[in-house]
């Protein structure tokens, strides 16, 4: 197993730690801000959300740079993807600092994207990311880092930047689902 599967397999098992540290810490313990209600609940999950998104992008650095992409890399990579960020987007949903729609939508945009790369992969296709769907990962990641932290620093600006964020990354979800949708809709509708 190399360097980035290894890594690959870290992120996976930093979901559940990020769950559990969401859901048992007392989120009125240890306040390290009275403004935003940042507590160390929020800066324990932040940290490990940035860690595991850290393993995201130096395991596809390290396969790409070193030709060690293999068959487990290509499957487990996205599946871990999507498993941290919409864990954490849910769980941002469940304590009411995501707007459940905006979640939903970024959800459902998710699993119809998959079903469309996997009838062309069938087909014989392989389907890499496009701009949009790059620009709807780092919007995503940046909003739930603000949803994670509170909104801080920006709550003492009145800016709300994590719900800003959050949408402009489901505006940026449902415009690259579109763009998906019309380069592989002929994969699924073949044999209507």
């Known amino acids: 197993m190399n360097i980035p599967n290894r890594l690959t397999i870290i992120r996976i098992l930093l979901v559940p730690v990020v769950v559990a540290v969401y859901l048992c810490m007392d989120p009125t313990i240890g306040v390290i801000d009275e403004a935003s209600g940042?507590?160390?609940?929020?800066?324990?999950?932040?940290?490990?959300?940035?860690?595991?998104?850290?393993?995201?992008?130096?395991?596809?650095?390290?396969a790409r740079k070193n030709n060690w992409i293999t068959s487990f890399g290509k499957f487990a990579d996205p599946i871990a993807d999507k498993m941290l960020v919409n864990t954490v987007l849910i769980l941002m949903a469940y304590f009411h600092q995501a707007n459940v729609i905006a979640v939903l939508l970024m959800i459902a945009r998710d699993l119809i994207v998959d079903g469309l790369r996997m009838s062309a992969a069938n087909s014989g296709e392989v389907v890499s990311a496009g701009i949009f769907g790059k620009l709807k990962t780092v919007l995503q990641m940046f909003a739930l880092v603000f949803l994670l932290l509170k909104d801080w620093p920006f709550v003492y600006m009145g800016i709300c930047m994590d719900q800003i964020l959050l949408w402009a990354a489901t505006v940026a979800s449902l415009y690259s689902g579109w763009i998906y949708f019309n380069q592989l809709k002929k994969y699924v509708l073949e044999t209507m």
Do not use: E
Request: hydrophobic share 70%; proline share 0%.
């Open 38 to 62: 940042l507590a160390l609940r929020d800066v324990i999950a932040f940290v490990i959300f940035a860690v595991a998104s850290i393993t995201d992008f130096f395991d596809g650095m390290l």
